[in-house]
């Protein structure tokens, strides 16, 4: 196989994501499901736009910030100093 059939075969597959929608949650405490609804083109497979689904595992905390189980909660400012008013 020549090295540039080779190239053009394994390297990464740009895509360009046009639209997410968040499709449905399934709610259980303080965990939930949720079910996107993907649409991006992938001009190696096709000139229309491709359709596609994921599912994502979401966690919340004792302060109810949600975030993606299995990835680290980052909040811009140090969560002692949270206050719901402005600290002027």
């Not at 497979?45 to 990835?71: I, Y």
């Amino acid at each position: 196989m020549p090295q540039a059939e080779f190239l053009q075969l394994t390297r990464l597959t740009r895509t360009d994501l046009r639209g997410v929608r968040v499709a449905r949650i399934k709610q259980t405490g303080d965990r939930a499901e949720v079910w996107l609804s993907l649409r991006f083109m992938i001009p190696a497979l096709s000139a229309e736009p491709v359709d596609s689904e994921s599912t994502e595992s979401w966690a919340s905390d004792a302060d109810t910030h949600w975030c993606k189980e299995g990835e680290p909660l980052v909040l811009p400012f140090p969560r002692s100093n949270y206050s719901s008013q402005p600290n002027w």
